[in-house]
């Protein structure tokens, strides 16, 4: 049965911006009215609907054939994943909290029990409160100190507009208190009479950050702090001791820290230092540091571009007073940092490998926990308690499924507290993985973690899948994913290319794939892929090129670049409209995106660079592979009508039949799918197209 592809219309306008003129033949697919449809999707335009929803029907037919194996393909995912499962509890006080999926459920429960054990109290059940609704997202939720009230927050449109309500804990009930369109976590006082947050103003900027009291009116929350530059968002966290909450002013490269005292009702925030262009600095506080009550800083000022670690008085935090604590050393990137009463903990990376360090604070002691695999994921968390000698922390590698230890750190032993299930079986011994080096064009080398099969053949014949995001300095662990075992045990090949842009090699690898230098992340994915095919690990007929929002832009990238070299694209939620997103200073990100890619508003070469690359506006007359773009209507990060307008485009300048769709998710925003198993069937369908498109038929 022959389906006729969905053609937008093209209705062309032009703009121009220092002394050059660009055309789009597709901006009519913005609705003008984009902001209200983020909180009320149905009131999008009845004719872009029915386009988005046109392609929607054509992604299905051109996909049927892979119906059967999409099934399978989720029954594979869903039998690897224990149905029944729970976090480790972490412990505050005389409870222990922690979350619960229920067998068959698809939302999180929240639940305590006490600390020592005894019967578990559920708080919120996630089922409940998404049952009947299209969308639901359970976001953060915060005990009080005197755990007595629960604050929790829940986004009902997948815009990211969440809303924040208080629960008593000994009733289950909600309390009046109810606070729209908040950004993040709430920090509660130390009484418990009253908590901060950050509300999303009319753009959707995280800007401003109230006090609501317990028990008033949130008409009558009090406005405490403002940025009022725009490019310079706001985050707010409370810092490990409990005393403080740390209000961040922040954009990719710049920031500036306030601090909240939560033992004082009326706080004013107080200034740590005075923020400095391209300088970068977070805290944490410790009554009692060489005597005097302190806040450890982790900075990148004087030129650590890796980062160090300082410390100052309490009462004299100006970068003035900052003293060395731990010094810079090139090419060691201090990723994260975590106080506790007698202990800093420290999560960094060299050589490309991420490691745990541990530091007595009296006497500055230090111990390495590190691991023997070519390549893993590890991950620190930072629990409720600031009196323990406890650090919890996560290990997987591609092969090694999760597990959660706790560290004792003055006895430097270990407890493993749960390891991954996976029901159906996994078994490490049948898979390799491999980290290796790939020559980037300019002599670079590009890291790239492999997993495949023990009885793949490393031939040239296997298929591939090569997944790449590059930006924001991300780095994308090699951990465990039970869904990508869906490919890898049909002989694919999977691999990481750890491109620049993301700071996989430190800070400097995230500068030499940025602004100016941007391209450096698409001449490094793309010398990857020809280096894995000299290798032998993937036949250039099977390979498709993955990646999701930034790693969008970089599948947009090489789509255009060297369409050659993969039978198939998967862009996911793509950044692929980079220049007309990039001179809209209304849309959400934007102004704080310039320091990432250049403002086109006001200079003349980041235009140039950006129109150099853009995927949207480099489209052009020549054969492209089979691309499958997904799209999320309430997307406030990457909106809807990016990949919209970029498959239109391929669509009219291809010079092939290649097999062109766009999926958008009606119901959802930038993360997909909210359900764990819905988001499943989502992965499903991704690597349902992959292997079509890879192996030219479905495999069972």
């Not at 005197?146 to 809303?163: I, K, Q, V």
């Not at 023990?454 to 039970?482: C, E, N, Q, R």
Request: hydrophobic share 40%; proline share 7%.
């Amino acid at each position: 049965m022959t389906v006729t592809e969905p053609r937008a219309a093209k209705r062309p306008t032009t703009f121009s911006w220092h002394g050059t003129t660009v055309s789009d033949d597709y901006a009519w697919l913005k609705a003008p009215n984009w902001q209200t449809v983020m909180r009320d999707p149905s009131v999008l335009d009845p004719e872009i609907r029915a386009y988005l929803e046109a392609e929607n029907a054509y992604a299905e037919t051109e996909l049927a054939d892979t119906k059967e194996l999409q099934t399978t393909l989720l029954a594979e995912m869903k039998g690897r994943i224990k149905e029944d499962d729970s976090s480790v509890p972490a412990p505050d006080g005389p409870y222990a909290y922690y979350t619960k999926f229920t067998e068959g459920g698809q939302q999180p429960h929240i639940y305590r029990e006490p600390r020592n054990g005894g019967v578990p109290q559920l708080l919120l059940d996630g089922d409940a409160l998404a049952q009947g609704k299209p969308f639901f997202h359970l976001g953060e939720a915060r005990h009080s100190p005197d755990h007595r009230l629960l604050a929790w927050s829940c986004d009902e449109a997948g815009s990211e507009f969440y809303t924040a309500r208080v629960r008593d804990i000994a009733t289950g009930i909600d309390l009046p208190d109810y606070v729209p369109e908040v950004a993040g976590s709430v920090v509660w006082t130390a009484d418990t009479s009253a908590f901060y947050y950050v509300r999303l103003d009319e753009m959707h900027r995280p800007l401003k950050v109230f006090r609501h009291v317990i028990g008033t009116d949130v008409d009558e929350d009090k406005l405490i702090f403002q940025s009022v530059e725009p490019e310079y968002f706001v985050s707010l966290v409370q810092l490990q001791s409990g005393r403080f909450a740390q209000i961040s002013v922040h954009d990719h490269e710049t920031a500036e820290c306030w601090l909240i005292d939560l033992t004082d009702i009326v706080a004013v925030p107080r200034l740590v230092t005075s923020r400095v262009a391209q300088v970068q600095y977070d805290t944490e506080y410790h009554p009692s540091f060489e005597g005097v009550p302190a806040l450890i800083i982790r900075t990148d000022d004087d030129g650590a571009e890796d980062f160090k670690i300082v410390w100052t008085p309490l009462g004299t935090p100006d970068k003035s007073n900052w003293r060395e604590l731990v010094p810079y050393r090139p090419g060691v990137h201090i990723l994260a940092m975590e106080i506790y009463s007698d202990w800093l903990i420290r999560l960094e990376r060299a050589d490309g490998l991420p490691r745990i360090v541990v530091r007595a604070l009296a006497g500055g002691d230090e111990h390495v926990i590190a691991f023997a695999e070519e390549a893993y994921a590890l991950g620190i968390s930072s629990g409720y308690e600031f009196e323990t000698d406890t650090l919890r922390f996560n290990y997987s590698s591609m092969t090694t499924p999760s597990e959660i230890w706790d560290y004792d750190l003055s006895k430097r032993t270990r407890v493993l507290r749960k390891r991954q299930e996976v029901p159906s079986g996994h078994y490490p011994s049948n898979y390799v993985t491999r980290r290796l080096q790939a020559p980037a064009p300019d002599g670079e080398l590009v890291p790239v973690s492999l997993l495949y099969h023990k009885d793949t053949p490393i031939d040239g014949t296997a298929p591939g899948l090569v997944y790449g995001y590059g930006a924001y300095g991300i780095s994308i662990p090699a951990g465990f994913s039970t869904s990508r075992l869906s490919l890898v045990d049909r002989g694919f090949v999977y691999a990481i290319a750890h491109v620049r842009g993301g700071s996989d090699k430190g800070r400097r690898w995230y500068r030499e794939g940025k602004l100016a230098k941007k391209p450096n992340t698409f001449h490094d994915f793309i010398a990857v892929t020809e280096f894995l095919i000299a290798q032998r690990f993937m036949s250039k007929s099977k390979i498709v090129a993955d990646g999701g929002s930034a790693g969008g832009m970089l599948m947009g990238a090489i789509a255009n670049m060297r369409p050659d070299l993969y039978a198939g694209i998967i862009g996911e939620v793509p950044f692929v409209d980079v220049l007309n997103t990039m001179l809209d200073d209304t849309l959400p990100l934007t102004p704080p995106e310039w320091p990432e890619w250049g403002n086109p508003r006001t200079d003349a070469e980041a235009f140039k660079t950006i129109l150099s690359y853009s995927p949207y506006d480099n489209v052009r007359a020549q054969d492209y592979p089979a691309i499958l773009a997904l799209a999320g209507l309430t997307d406030p990060r990457v909106t809807y009508w990016e990949p919209a307008k970029w498959v239109a485009r391929l669509r009219s300048q291809r010079t092939n039949r290649a097999l062109l769709m766009l999926r958008t998710n009606m119901d959802a925003g930038h993360a997909g799918a909210p359900g764990r198993f819905d988001r499943l069937k989502e992965i499903a369908l991704s690597y349902a197209f992959a292997i079509k498109v890879a192996l030219g038929m479905p495999s069972g």
